[in-house]
């Protein structure tokens, strides 16, 4: 298979000199760039640079969020036993931390739960869920993930829990029935950015739940909690998901960086130390090539509990250990990267004219394969689906191209499809 090259690129015209003009202080090429996104009036260019973006939407208009505080609400009043269920990924992770945090604050019975990527896979199941009701969860709060979850979210209402969805993922075909479907992307959606990360949505329901409390107070005890205690959180696992850095993500990890180079998380100042980053340099790159990598490895090749703990620990010494141990599992799984993607080349060349790219093997780790596609994709400009090959049951990951979404294209073949989504 050929590699992408000899792309024909379509240069975009000059921005006009008048215009280059209006901009003295810039560098001519950071106009130029800008103008090609079409930042161009000058109260844009500097709300742009400055991470002032749109700023933010109240959160309360995202559809069902009203619903999901109410039944928060309740389950906090009654001493409810309540679950966050988050992904596995850096997104999901900080948003699982970011909302035990939260209600925590407000003295809430909650725990973690993540699952296993390799025993459970991706999103909610059914024997988890079965296992919490069995510990006696009465609600539990999705993070990250669920938005699909319709036969899952049933089955947890028929062992007496309710479900609050918080979601950024696609819509499928139907909503599932649970308390409340938090999402910016559900098609009657009024939230004018869809844009946001799984962290940047539970953030939106921890800022609701906490500005309910202060309107009408759900505990007696002060809650020393704010929404800049969370901010950090957000940037964190905003960039790590690769969501676009604009409209109000931007002013987010905008925000978040500030507090992010302050390192007043004894996790997050850890991790920084473990990846030679010094305070106050913190910024997207070192989140995306360094911090984020490392939280996400804990996933891919242990468990996610490992980086939730280092996001959620007050100590410095639990700190250090667990920054040391995503160290190293970042490093195993470079190795396992390079290695994987080399037998997946070796299995593509074949297949010249293909328009998908298709790699399978029992010796592929379920916990790379989705970074395998995505390199694959970069390299030869086409879909690309990696797979585990297991005795019962196989698990793969796909990425694609902007002309071709590939989750449309499994809901065509979702009746020889066990599970998918994403």
């Known amino acids: 298979m050929n590699r992408v090259s000899g792309k024909r690129w379509q240069v975009a015209p000059p921005a006009p000199a008048t215009h280059r003009a209006r901009f003295p202080d810039l560098h001519p090429l950071v106009v130029q760039v800008l103008y090609n996104r079409g930042v161009t009036a000058p109260e844009d260019v500097t709300a742009f640079l400055n991470g002032e973006t749109a ?43 970011l909302l035990v945090q939260t209600i925590r604050a407000l003295g809430g019975d909650v725990r973690p ?6 025993d459970e896979g991706y999103g909610l199941n059914k024997d988890a869920l079965t296992r919490l009701a ?6 539990v709060v999705t993070v990250d993930c669920g938005v699909r ?11 007496g829990m309710d479900v609050i969805v918080t979601d950024h993922h696609s819509i499928g075909d139907e909503l599932p029935e649970a308390a409340a479907v938090v999402d910016p992307k559900r098609t009657d959606s009024r939230y004018p950015f869809r844009e946001l990360a ?8 921890a800022q609701a739940l906490l500005r309910s409390h202060r309107q009408t107070p759900i505990v007696a005890h002060p809650v020393r909690l704010d929404e800049d205690d969370l901010i950090d959180l957000v940037a964190l696992g905003t960039v790590a998901d690769m969501v676009p850095l604009l409209g109000e993500n931007r002013y987010l990890v905008h925000r978040g960086l500030e507090r992010l180079n302050r390192m007043e998380r004894p996790g997050i100042e850890a991790l920084c130390r473990q990846a030679g980053i010094a305070p106050g340099r913190v910024n997207a790159t070192a989140i995306g090539f360094s911090l984020g990598p490392r939280v996400n490895a804990a996933g ?17 010494t639990e700190a250090d250990k667990l920054a040391a141990d995503l160290d190293r599992l970042n490093r195993e799984r470079q190795r396992l990267t390079r290695e994987t993607q080399e037998r997946a080349r070796q299995q593509i060349r074949a297949a010249e004219d293909s328009y998908l790219i298709f790699a399978a093997g029992d010796d592929f780790p379920a ?4 970074l395998v596609a995505s390199r694959l994709v970069e390299e030869f400009y086409r879909p690309a689906v990696v797979v ?31 599970r998918h989504g994403g």
Do not use: Q, W
């Open 134 to 139: 069995a510990d006696g969860v009465r609600l």
């Open 149 to 159: 979850s319709v036969e899952e979210i049933a089955h947890a209402r028929r062992l």
């Open 113 to 118: 739960y993540i699952p296993h990527r390799v």
């Open 300 to 316: 891919r090749l242990a468990h996610a509990l490992t980086a939730y703990n280092l996001l959620a620990t007050d100590y410095r």
């Open 198 to 205: 799984g962290v940047g949505v539970a953030y939106k329901l």
């Open 55 to 97: 700023g933010e939407t109240n959160p309360f208009s995202l559809a069902d969020m009203p619903a999901a505080i109410t039944r928060l609400r309740r389950a906090l009043r009654k001493g409810e036993s309540i679950a966050v269920y988050g992904d596995f990924d850096a997104d999901g992770v900080s948003a699982t931390a």
């Open 367 to 370: 916990g790379v394969v989705g």
């Open 388 to 418: 585990e090959v297991g005795d019962e049951v196989s698990r793969g990951s796909a990425r694609s191209i902007p002309e071709f979404h590939i989750t449309h294209a499994l809901d065509e073949c979702a009746d020889l499809l066990i």
